[in-house]
């Protein structure tokens, strides 16, 4: 895929302004696919920054007409057991969407991360989003080190759905401690780069001073496999929601 214009940049004063722009902007584009006679197929993710944009989306389900949506989650750790499910993508996202929404969402699919074979689980789980016609919209996170989805520092740019290891900055992030012995998980399935370059739409959020060099890196600077956000230049629409600090070198 030929590398696209300059991406579609927003900046927001504050959390709050960013996020119910989120939602305007996704429930157009759910609106489109549906007018085209379909159901949505949208690529969903977790971690802390999503939390108030799910808490808002309950609250506007039927502008968002959630109940059509088909989800598929972008990641999931691995291996999951009893005593680690807590602390999982779909714990997560039962916790702090689904459970919540008055009408259930049409489909809802995430991988696997019970599986005895991974390589496999991320095959099917390709299968299933090609069957439902493919992605219409992920909606993306960033990491500090530069992922998107699950996708490290390193990760070619034409990668499919596989397991990784994680990066002791994600571990860091997520778990408070980058040590194995501190966090319930090393190793993730993702969505590839590939996979996400593939979809139709992508929105991408980024919040906070954490951030600004993984935007500026993405947004500015030569394409890296250092900083796989930057392979979102090839995608010919892509939408970054930032507020001030993370856009501050842009």
């Not at 429930?27 to 379909?38: D, F, H, L, S, T």
């Not at 039927?62 to 949506?69: A, F």
Request: hydrophobic share 40%; charged share 20%.
């Amino acid at each position: 895929m030929a590398p696209s214009s300059s991406p579609e940049i927003w900046r927001f004063d504050n959390a709050n302004a960013l996020y119910y722009a989120l939602i305007d902007a996704i429930a157009g584009a759910v609106a489109e696919v549906i007018a085209q006679g379909r159901r949505p197929v949208i690529a969903l993710p977790t971690g802390n920054t999503m939390i108030p944009f799910y808490r808002l989306a309950v609250e506007h389900a039927e502008k968002l007409q959630i109940s059509q949506w088909q989800c598929f989650n972008l990641d999931e750790y691995y291996p999951i057991d009893e005593r680690n499910h807590a602390e999982t993508f779909d714990a997560f996202m039962d916790r702090n969407f689904y459970s919540k929404l008055q009408k259930p969402v049409a489909f809802r699919k995430i991988l696997n991360g019970r599986t005895l074979d991974p390589e496999e689980e991320c095959r099917h789980y390709e299968r299933l989003i090609e069957d439902r016609g493919g992605i219409d919209l992920a909606l993306l996170g960033l990491g500090a080190n530069g992922h998107i989805a699950f996708n490290e520092p390193g990760s070619e740019f034409d990668s499919h759905t596989r397991l990784i290891e994680l990066h002791p900055q994600t571990l860091l992030a997520n778990f408070h401690g980058p040590s194995s012995t501190q966090a319930p998980f090393t190793h993730a399935m993702t969505l590839g780069i590939g996979n996400l370059l593939s979809t139709r739409k992508i929105f991408i959020v980024a919040l906070g001073k954490s951030k600004a060099q993984a935007v500026k890196n993405a947004i500015l600077e030569p394409e890296s496999r250092t900083c796989p956000a930057s392979a979102l230049r090839r995608h010919s629409a892509v939408t970054w929601f930032l507020d001030p600090e993370a856009s501050q070198w842009i």
